[in-house]
């Protein structure tokens, strides 16, 4: 089986503008969730979808927001970038008591 | 509020000696605890983990423990070799949710 795939893998953007991560799970996972990874401050939890709807929620202000497609792909978009917004993103999928994460999508805000 | 702490952000262990690294939770309904390792951009991957239930988990080099009475649990390696030098998460679950601690970087001297 694949693992699970982010796009793109690394993307530097410029405060106030707006970003698309992707995030394709493993096949037959229906379960995606998304972290932020800063240093420091560990893997903090954004969202979950499940068949495409959102299931938990983080403690993100409402600029970070995400959905899930039919095919259980799933995208995550921050709107009015921040500095503080450069971070490890990463999205995983949910297995038996387990999750499978992807490598994440690096991302700098100048 | 930290539902999951590691406290000790970093920890250096001497090649073919035990490495410990610990975790403290507060909610007493987790029902599952697993073990994460996460080198530079990569996504983690999964380690080890344990049931609420039982109270040791062994997998080669690696035991986790679980102390419910006193809400910890604990890696340890042994023996460390180079390749353990990563950040390691530990992970709480139940509830359909995950929760990651901040980590913990191990550096593995020769």
């Known amino acids: 089986k694949a693992g699970v795939t982010q796009t793109p893998r690394y993307l530097i953007k410029t405060r106030g503008q707006q970003v698309t991560l992707s995030c394709s799970p493993i096949?037959?996972?229906?379960?995606v969730s998304w972290y932020q990874q800063t240093p420091g401050q560990g893997l903090q939890f954004l969202f979950e979808?499940?068949?495409?709807?959102?299931?938990n929620k983080g403690n993100f202000p409402g600029r970070f927001s995400g959905r899930q497609f039919s095919n259980s792909r799933s995208e995550m978009n921050v709107s009015t970038l921040e500095l503080g917004d450069s971070a490890l993103y990463l999205c995983?999928?949910?297995?038996?008591?387990?999750?499978?994460f992807g490598p994440g999508t690096r991302l700098t805000v100048l | 509020d930290q539902q999951v702490k590691q406290n000790s952000p970093s920890l250096s262990v001497q090649e073919g000696r035990i490495s410990i690294l610990n975790c403290d939770y507060t909610?007493?309904?987790?029902?599952?605890f697993l073990w994460y390792k996460k080198y530079p951009a990569e996504g983690p991957t999964f380690l080890i983990s344990?049931?609420?239930?039982?109270d040791k988990n062994e997998d080669g080099r690696f035991t986790v423990f679980l102390n419910k009475s006193a809400k910890h649990l604990s890696l340890h390696i042994v023996p460390s070799q180079p390749g353990d030098s990563a950040v390691y998460f530990c992970?709480?679950?139940?509830?359909?949710?995950?929760?990651f601690g901040k980590g913990t970087r191990l550096h593995i001297l020769p």
């Open positions: 909610n007493s309904m987790f029902d599952y």
């Open positions: 979808y499940f068949s495409e709807t959102q299931r």
């Open positions: 995983a999928t949910r297995g038996t008591d387990t999750q499978y």
């Open positions: 096949s037959g996972h229906r379960s």
């Open positions: 992970a709480s679950g139940g509830d359909d949710k995950i929760i």
């Open positions: 344990i049931s609420s239930i039982k």
